[in-house]
């Protein structure tokens, strides 16, 4: 059974124009075409660029692209049409976060799960019912989450479109956390596991990512390993390696820091570039389909465990006597966090709080967890303790008395 790894290439559509005379553009082309013809005035929205006017530059439609063209943004309320008989004409389009209302032919907000938890905590937030701690959501250009949410003072993570927390997390360092933390490799490895994976038998392998959801700045196919960009997963002109004749450390972008299993690259050819977690599902896979050319069914005693999108076995492991624990992305055990089997704290187990506060190692305000690894629903800091989720994210109002929190119970320290 071969894996099929997807490999997802971003091209970009160069459109050639042809003048009159059959001639393709050249040279001097446009200083000629712009002398005699001229370039109609461009709309002012790109040139202003403000709360009001907006606009992006796009290639002109007049010949060879000669001209600048500004596409116009609409505000909320602005006329716009959806197109067809009698809805007017106009140059532009509705902007960021908003769409063409068909009957009032007026652009109007969208409507989306992130839009709206906006409202909610817009009106939570006039009430004074909102945390020092708690974030507005942020929602992108089509109404959708973005792609990551940070808890002031711990941690930022990767979310997806709906605002599920999925793989990916770093230390939240403010605007350096913003600039390199884009999760596009966590969010594709999440579009696969709920599009293509439900539809196939066995797990798909994605793009391996890093610890911060981002691509890996090595990625391969078949024996072949190349370099990508980390934010983009866009392939990199440099250097490729065949792992037959090579170790992966030859190419320029392997980082000794960003290898989970650094003793790969030593011995001699042909070498290897994978992980226990996707060996062992290899051979699972390898076992149930010649099982079946035998005759007989170990599918029913041989599940197959997917990898975490960096191709580890997940942040909690199960022991030998049948207890879980927490590990670290090396599968190194996180302190004391463990769960007893036929307890609630082992089904419920998620150990996210252990994952933040390894992040947090250095910090003087880590997270208080319970012992399996999961946030206490209470969270205390600087005098004032507020309810969270299970993401750690703060739930309305701080208290400086516990018991006024809606999360209070008697036994909130033990969980």
């Not at 976060?97 to 992130?114: N, Y």
Request: include cysteine.
């Amino acid at each position: 059974m071969e894996f099929v790894k997807l490999l997802f290439v971003c091209s970009v559509l160069c459109f050639s124009q042809i003048n009159s005379s059959g001639i393709l553009c050249e040279e001097g082309f446009c200083r000629n075409y712009i002398f005699k013809e001229g370039c109609p005035s461009t709309a002012q929205e790109c040139t202003i660029n403000n709360e009001t006017h907006t606009g992006i530059w796009l290639p002109s439609p007049t010949t060879c692209n000669c001209c600048e063209y500004c596409l116009p943004f609409y505000g909320k309320g602005a006329h716009c049409t959806t197109g067809g008989p009698g809805t007017g004409v106009t140059v532009g389009r509705c902007g960021y976060g908003l769409t063409c209302d068909p009957e009032s032919l007026t652009c109007v907000r969208k409507k989306s799960k992130c839009h709206t938890a906006q409202d909610e905590y817009d009106a939570r937030h006039l009430k004074g019912e909102t945390g020092a701690l708690e974030q507005r959501p942020i929602c992108d250009g089509k109404g959708k989450y973005a792609a990551f949410h940070c808890v002031p003072a711990h941690t930022c993570f990767c979310q997806s479109e709906d605002g599920e927390r999925i793989f990916g997390e770093r230390l939240n360092q403010g605007a350096t956390t913003m600039q390199n933390m884009h999760c596009g490799c966590s969010r594709l490895n999440h579009k696969i596991k709920n599009s293509i994976s439900t539809g196939v038998r066995f797990p798909v392998i994605g793009p391996r990512c890093t610890s911060d959801g981002n691509f890996h700045r090595i990625q391969c196919i078949g024996r072949i390993c190349y370099c990508v960009h980390r934010i983009t997963g866009a392939i990199r002109e440099e250097k490729t390696v065949n792992l037959d004749e090579e170790p992966i450390s030859e190419l320029p972008c392997y980082d000794p820091n960003l290898d989970l299993f650094p003793n790969q690259i030593e011995g001699k050819p042909p070498f290897n570039y994978t992980t226990p977690c996707y060996e062992n599902m290899k051979a699972k896979i390898e076992l149930i389909l010649r099982g079946e050319e035998e005759g007989f069914n170990v599918e029913f005693f041989t599940s197959v465990a997917e990898c975490m999108p960096d191709g580890t076995f997940g942040r909690i492991q199960e022991t030998r006597n049948g207890t879980k624990i927490c590990v670290d992305e090396r599968g190194q055990k996180i302190e004391d966090y463990e769960a007893e089997p036929n307890t609630e704290s082992f089904k419920n187990m998620d150990c996210k709080c252990a994952q933040t506060s390894v992040l947090m190692a250095f910090s003087n305000e880590k997270p208080i967890c319970c012992k399996n690894g999961n946030f206490r629903k209470i969270q205390c800091r600087r005098g004032q303790c507020r309810c969270v989720d299970s993401d750690g994210r703060q739930i309305g109002r701080e208290s400086a008395d516990v018991s006024t929190l809606n999360c209070y119970t008697p036994d909130w320290k033990q969980c």
